[in-house]
């Protein structure tokens, strides 16, 4: 089953730019688009703003003229809109389901709390199945020029980032970018301390080889499925959140990973995608893992 790549527009700026991004990145891995709006039949008291069906011809016309713009500008490129009624954290959670990734557009930064992200972006972004990209407004193709990368953060087992690293390595090799992974490591407490894990690291020559070791085992099987792209293995002492922003000066796209599971309070995104998506420059896509 070959999955377009959704876009979620409400007319803003943002989405704007996240439609863009997610046109250019259908191209490269040819692909289809799909463009999806949620939308509810709103009267108005002091204007008079039609039925429920004039509403819904409105919104279809509005739907199609952007769809026609963005297949101007990509001559080949399967474009299809889709008009749904009905509250937007359901609607794009439903369309991330049937998704390569699903592209929605973030409220940029402010002067002092960092990144915008909506909650309808929040309520997504934790329950959504598939990747899910979040742009920036004013987002244009130049900053994926070549010479910035693909950053992408990995942690734990291999097994842990393996979808993480996919993404990635998929992302890079449609536009020829290198990847960049970072791994992130920390001093742990004494009671961390145990024979069978100071019997490992003494193997390895200590923790920072332990973690280099760790991720270029997680980096193999990728490496060999894209022989092509080139990677740099980014190992620093630090949080993981930290360290990923200290990079991401460099990168066309951070690539972060967050739990599928589901708590006792509900869906949550994590805290190093959460820090990302706060303050990162570059678009962020958040892929879930089991």
Known sequence: MTRPITAGVDGSEESLAALGWAAREAVRRGLALRVVHAWRFQPHEAIDAGDAE????????????????????????QVTTDPVEGGPVETLAAAAADAEM???GSRGHGAVVGFLLGSVGQQVIAGAER?????????EASAEAAGREI??????????????LRFAFE?????GATVRAVRAWTLPPLFAYSPGS??????AGGLE???????????????????????????EMGSAGQV?????????????????????????????????????DCPVAVVPHD
């Open 151 to 164: 950053v992408v953060g990995q942690q734990g087992d291999p097994q842990d980032s393996a979808a993480a």
């Open 102 to 104: 699903l592209v929605l």
């Open 54 to 77: 004039s509403q819904a011809h409105w919104v279809r016309e509005q739907l199609a003229e952007t769809a026609r713009s963005v297949a101007e500008r990509h001559p080949g490129l």
């Open 244 to 280: 990923l922003l200290s990079v991401a000066g460099r990168a066309q796209l951070m690539v972060v990973g967050r739990r599928a599971h589901r708590t006792a309070v509900g869906a949550r995104i994590g805290s190093v995608a959460h820090g990302v998506l706060h303050h990162a």
């Open 131 to 139: 990747p899910v990209v979040l742009v920036r407004a004013g987002d």
């Open 198 to 203: 100071l019997k490992l690291l003494d193997e």
């Open 209 to 235: 080889p332990y973690e280099k070791k760790a991720l270029g085992e997680a980096l193999r099987p990728w490496r060999e499925q894209f022989p092509d792209v080139r990677v740099v293995e980014h190992v």
């Open 171 to 175: 992302t890079a090799a449609a536009r």
